[in-house]
């Protein structure tokens, strides 16, 4: 999977500094018979060769709220805990999250992340920058380091006249980090979900900073420790600032606001498509295009306000329109679906969609998506790539285009000398809809943008049109050739910036996701998941998946166990029963994935909701074992 696969090992840097490299790196500061841990990933550290007792440690420190961090804090009861000061609420409140409908349908925003703790961990101490203190023989000081998160912070640890940085994901290595998707973050008046690479600015302050702190070495949560810092840092701000770069030539973004990323100073940028004039079959309102064929009959592309409804009823009324007679939709984005059931309701006519558009937006609470609607849409005709049909003068084809976003489909319409193509908002006069990387943006020949560029070749379009724009426009040879280049170019930096083998595994959030995402069960039921894991490799791995549910039970966790070939999506069932006292509720299950040589500790999660029952509210009080607050409590090592 990497060049550098994690094996659990000690490092010693010092007489009293250690480096624990398991599913995450763990510092480690001894003070004799007690130990200060810093970040303590799944608690592997506690069952190591040469580790340490879990009655030893006495301290851990945080240096950001993912779960993956700290997972196996349950295995050190009677430590005090310490965590960045800006993200305390998240480590002892993450129900705020997990409740919460904003952080689930129309996210916009993926900050706070997703990988979030399922149970609280009451912190003892919160640290702002600059804090500092002296623990046994180290003198340990916080750096606000933001970034991979917007509270993240390093501990700047002195001890045996060495001076190591602990500094969480704000590097990997040499010019790399863990993943780019947490990177994802708004700019200027845009949001998280517009701001591909957005984090660059606030990283890059941190990594400088640092640098200018001049410690002898960077020890990452994921990584390896580094003993040149500055030509790692340095190496770092520079790929990231050529693959912004590189991504900003051919950015639509670019359409929408020409002013975001400043001037092109380099002159590297694609030139925009020139506006064309909408033939007059077609009308505009908000996200959807109307295609009238000569008879008055309409086709109808995406619905997402009630305008649309309205709009609609209004042309049949002026006898623009003689009868709807089928509404296509591009894409799940909550602005064009949003209004569907109205639309379904106000006119007797089929559903069309590419397949994997109707698997989202049929069954969305299945799904964790960015722009994800809660509206549950009847789809009547499911469409395969290059399926093709006759509608009155037009001769439609329907295409996988997973541009924008994995989950899209283009449709052209052939009539009139004109090719006509719908693309959603896979394309804009500026290029590629590409600033979500959330929206499962893959890299590669045959993938992603790749694919939607050859389907532009294929299918010859005279005219394109995106959802957003009222005008319609076509690209030429000169700029598929440029966006084809940009994608190749992209593909060679993510490559040297990401440690996988290959950069869609940190591009893509969700290429471990459970299905159905979310479910509702009755107390002493079972909740039935696949565990979907894309492997992006150019060779076969094996997967091993298991649930860590926040309830304790005597019995093993199930397993599931394939071998996943090159370049495929494969599927691992879990089958997880429900204690019979499982209050009513959300509950977020975690689970850990084994790939390759990969521990990756609660890497994805599944909610169940469980539904009330007379047995469940009865029992709404209980306590569950392994909940961090009784544990502590009972050992009289509250703090």
């Known amino acids: 999977m990497s060049a550098h696969p994690p094996t659990p090992a000690i490092q010693t840097l010092s007489e009293h500094l250690q480096v624990f490299s398991g599913a995450i790196q763990v510092g480690v500061i001894r003070d004799g018979n007690r130990a200060l841990l810093i970040d303590c990933g799944d608690g592997a550290i506690a069952a190591a060769p040469n580790g340490v007792n879990p009655a030893s440690v006495a301290r851990i420190l945080f240096t950001h709220h993912h779960r993956d961090q700290a997972c196996g804090a349950d295995r050190f009861p009677g430590a005090r805990i310490g965590v960045p000061a800006a993200e305390r609420a998240w480590f002892e409140n993450p129900a705020a999250y997990w409740d919460d409908p904003q952080q689930r349908w129309h996210l916009y925003s993926f900050h706070p992340h997703r990988l979030m703790l399922t149970r609280p961990l009451p912190a003892d101490d919160a640290f702002a920058d600059g804090d500092a203190f002296t623990w046994g023989p180290a003198k340990i000081r916080t750096l606000a380091t933001p970034g991979h998160t917007d509270g993240s912070v390093s501990y700047l640890v002195e001890a045996d006249g060495l001076r190591v940085l602990f500094c969480g994901d704000a590097i990997y290595d040499h010019g790399q980090v863990w993943d780019l998707h947490s990177l994802q973050h708004g700019m200027g008046r845009w949001r998280d979900y517009h701001g591909f690479l957005g984090a660059l600015p606030s990283l890059a302050a941190s990594l400088r900073r640092m640098r200018d702190e001049q410690p002898d070495l960077l020890a990452p949560s994921h990584g390896r420790v580094m003993n040149r810092p500055a030509e790692a840092i340095n190496a770092l701000v520079s790929r990231l600032q050529g693959c912004f770069d590189s991504y900003t030539a051919v950015s639509a973004l670019r359409h929408y606001d020409p002013d975001v990323f400043g001037p092109d100073e380099a002159g590297v940028r694609m030139p925009f498509c020139p506006p064309l004039p909408p033939p007059a079959c077609l009308r505009h309102v908000d996200t959807t295009w109307v295609l009238i064929a000569a008879d008055k009959s309409a086709l109808v592309m995406d619905c997402g ?37 109205a639309f379904q309701e106000a006119f007797d006519c089929p559903c069309i969609a590419d397949r994997s558009v109707a698997a989202v937006i049929a069954d969305p609470t299945a799904w964790r998506l960015p722009c994800l609607s809660p509206a549950k849409v009847r789809v009547d005709r499911v469409t395969a790539d290059g399926e093709s049909w006759l509608w009155h003068e037009y001769r439609l084809t329907a295409c996988h285009l997973p541009g924008q976003t994995l989950y899209h489909g283009g449709l052209l319409a052939e009539g009139g000398g004109r090719r006509l193509f719908f693309s959603g908002d896979s394309f804009a006069p500026a290029g590629m809809d590409d600033y979500c990387a959330q929206n499962r943006i893959f890299f590669g020949d045959g993938v992603g943008f790749h694919r939607c560029l050859d389907a532009l070749r294929s299918l010859r379009p005279t005219h394109l049109f995106n959802p957003h724009v009222d005008t319609a426009f076509v690209f030429s040879e000169e700029q598929l050739a440029a966006m084809r280049n940009n994608l190749a170019q992209r593909e060679s930096l993510l490559a040297a910036l990401l440690p996988w083998d290959h950069p869609n ?3 893509d ?17 079972e909740a039935v998941l696949d565990v979907v894991v894309t492997n992006h490799s150019a060779v076969s791995h094996t997967v091993v998946c298991e649930p860590a549910p926040p309830w304790a039970s005597a019995a093993s966790p199930p397993q599931a166990r394939a071998r996943l070939p090159e370049k495929s999506e494969g599927r691992l069932r879990l089958t997880l029963r429900m204690p019979a006292g499982l209050p009513p509720g959300r509950h977020v299950i975690p689970i850990t994935i084994h ?28 306590k569950w074992p392994g909940d961090r607050r009784a544990t502590a409590k009972a050992s009289g090592k509250c703090g």
């Not at 509404?327 to 569907?340: E, S």
């Not at 959030?509 to 002493?524: A, F």
């Open 505 to 507: 595994y940190g591009v």
């Open 509 to 525: 959030e969700s290429w471990v996701r459970c299905h159905p995402y979310e479910q509702r069960v009755h107390p002493g039921g």
């Open 305 to 341: 306000t009630p305008r649309v409804v309205a709009e609609v009823k209004r042309l049949i009324a002026a006898g623009e329109i003689r009868a709807v007679e089928g509404l296509w939709i591009t894409h799940y984005h909550d602005d064009h679906v949003d209004a569907v059931p």
């Open 595 to 622: 790939y390759g040589s990969w521990r990756l500790p609660q890497f994805a999660e599944t909610i169940v909701v469980c539904e009330p029952s007379r047995q469940s509210v009865r029992r709404r009080t209980t």
